[in-house]
């Protein structure tokens, strides 16, 4: 499990890297409990099945998470940034968490580009916001 954090203001951005389902699960619910101990809202954007399995993982604090499908949202990943600009909106001075999953085995070459130009415009988009992402 090695990750690195990118910190710009308020705005906290962890790179995840795992080996196996385990591993992911462990760390995504690791990072969302954390949040909610802190009372941050949690917002979950994961690839298809993964949303399910990290959904049944928090299932306890379900109506605390906010889900969506990377495979839906992120099939245009301009998309991103506005639906965590929302989620973070809908919670006016509170710090929230984002986890997202925008590149994954099987997305093709154009498409992990445009995932990894969102994620370097991410930390643009969100310095000085109150919010930690992990992708």
């Known amino acids: 499990m090695a990750h690195e954090a990118v910190a710009h203001g308020d705005l906290t951005h962890q790179a ?10 462990t760390r ?19 690839p298809g099945d993964k949303a399910r399995l990290v959904c049944t993982q928090l299932s306890a604090e ?5 889900y969506g499908d990377m495979a ?9 940034i506005p639906a965590v600009r929302a989620f973070a909106e809908a919670h006016p001075g509170r710090r929230v968490r984002y986890i997202s999953e925008p590149v994954w085995p099987g997305r093709s ?7 990894t130009r969102q994620e370097a415009l991410i930390n643009l988009a969100f310095s ?8």
């Open 28 to 46: 995504i619910q690791a990072f969302a409990r954390d949040g909610l101990a802190n009372a941050e809202p949690v917002f979950v954007v994961v």
């Open 128 to 135: 000085g916001t109150s919010v930690t992402i992990m992708c």
């Open 109 to 115: 070459a154009a498409e992990t580009c445009e995932a």
């Open 16 to 25: 995840f890297f795992y080996h196996d389902q385990a591993e992911y699960l």
């Open 62 to 66: 379900s109506g605390q998470v906010s």
């Open 72 to 80: 839906e949202l992120g099939r245009n990943p301009g998309r991103l």
